[in-house]
């Protein structure tokens, strides 16, 4: 059944329905909305959950992590600076191998301040061990959810995730959803049954002091846990689809590519435009598709590769930089084209929430054909 509702509350629904054990965020903008409405929830006894009041996204994350040690189901949110906050908890949840799931709400880092979108924030924790997962629209949004569960809770990954959708334009729209029920739900994500739990009873060990002769081997475990990660989530997004009709089997998605010589690459929701974009371009004759990417952790270099078959040149829209190297995930995907004989340019657009529009998209399709890129689009050349 749709429902017309806001992103972000849409986010609190189908969190309640996945069943967390314990909920843990400090709000900022503009992820609030979702923590807001969780905590009305617990208060209302619709989540038989605990909700823990923290002073800082430190603080939240780090509850998080000590409940998902002691072997619940756990959630939280956040976005930008609390993420940036976050950062040396990121990197433990990672290396405890603990299942949480997080939702970011993506926004700009400062400074300057900002408070609009970009994906900044979740990009610079690339190198963390989380798996990332970007949705076009609110419907992914709240499907990912419960996908990133079922991955991240498999006893042959056990890594966080961060479901990461744009600040504003989607956490503050309303758009019709599709949420299914609880006992949907629970048919599709079974109970969280932790691989390990701490307990008085038979003591572990969380997170221990590791020397020079073993710190190596738990950064390949997690290196390895992150690629089984591709398979997993190929089986959830089917097994998805097979319930609810909505197919997320692969961790990119084609659009208008089968017969495409220039390819445009893209994370989150400028998809939605760029989709608008092609259309147009090849209402005018112009062979042009898109590649969206779901998934950036782990990186789907081969299904990039197996998808730009018979493309000539791609356009990567970065929203974000990797200051001094170009777009994270141009650089990724160069490396992962490299001697295919396509040539690969790309854009830092959008940063700070700069709007971009339909004529942008085709501008750089424009450049990307002309054999220019590797640059910011849309600076304001008079204060350069």
């Not at 996945?18 to 909920?23: L, T």
């Not at 619709?46 to 000590?66: N, Q």
Request: proline content about 4%; glycine content about 8%.
């Amino acid at each position: 059944m749709l429902e017309f509702m806001e992103g972000s509350h849409a986010v609190a629904e189908i969190v309640k329905r996945c069943r967390p054990q314990v909920i843990s965020a400090y709000p900022i903008t503009p992820q609030t909305h979702i923590v807001e409405d969780l905590a009305q929830m617990v208060a209302n006894c619709e989540i038989d959950a605990e909700y823990i009041t923290v002073e800082s996204e430190f603080s939240a994350l780090s509850a998080c992590l000590g409940a998902s040690a002691a072997g619940s189901r756990v959630y939280s949110a956040t976005t930008s600076q609390g993420l940036a906050l976050m950062f040396e908890v990121c990197f433990n949840a990672a290396g405890m191998r603990l299942p949480i799931v997080m939702t970011i709400a993506n926004r700009s880092l400062g400074a300057p301040l900002s408070i609009w979108n970009d994906q900044q924030d979740s990009i610079s924790l690339r190198d963390s061990g989380w798996l990332q997962f970007y949705a076009e629209d609110n419907q992914e949004t709240a499907d990912l959810h419960m996908i990133a569960y079922r991955v991240c809770e498999d006893h042959d990954i056990l890594l966080p995730s961060f479901v990461c959708f744009d600040g504003f334009i989607l956490t503050h729209t309303f758009e019709p959803v599709a949420l299914p029920t609880q006992e949907e739900v629970d048919a599709y994500l079974p109970a969280f049954n932790p691989y390990q739990r701490l307990d008085a009873a038979n003591p572990l060990s969380f997170g221990m002091y590791a020397t020079p002769e073993y710190y190596m081997e738990f950064r390949y475990e997690i290196d390895r846990a992150l690629q089984r990660a591709n398979k997993a989530f190929v089986k959830a997004g089917r097994e998805f689809g097979e319930q609810f009709g909505r197919d997320y089997s692969g961790l990119v998605e084609g659009y208008r590519l089968d017969d495409a010589d220039t390819a445009l690459i893209a994370m989150g929701s400028i998809c939605g435009t760029v989709k608008d974009a092609v259309d147009e371009m090849r209402e005018r004759g112009r062979k042009v598709g898109l590649l969206k990417i779901r998934a950036y952790r782990p990186f789907p270099a081969q299904e990039i590769v197996d998808a730009l078959k018979g493309v000539s040149t791609v356009a990567v829209l970065d929203k974000n930089i990797s200051l001094g190297n170009g777009g994270a995930v141009g650089t990724e995907v160069k490396a992962a084209l490299y001697g295919s004989g396509i040539s690969v340019y790309d854009y830092i657009i959008a940063l700070g929430g700069r709007d971009v529009r339909k004529k942008d998209i085709v501008a750089v399709v424009d450049l990307a054909e002309k054999g220019e890129g590797d640059l910011f689009y849309g600076l304001r050349t008079e204060v350069l």
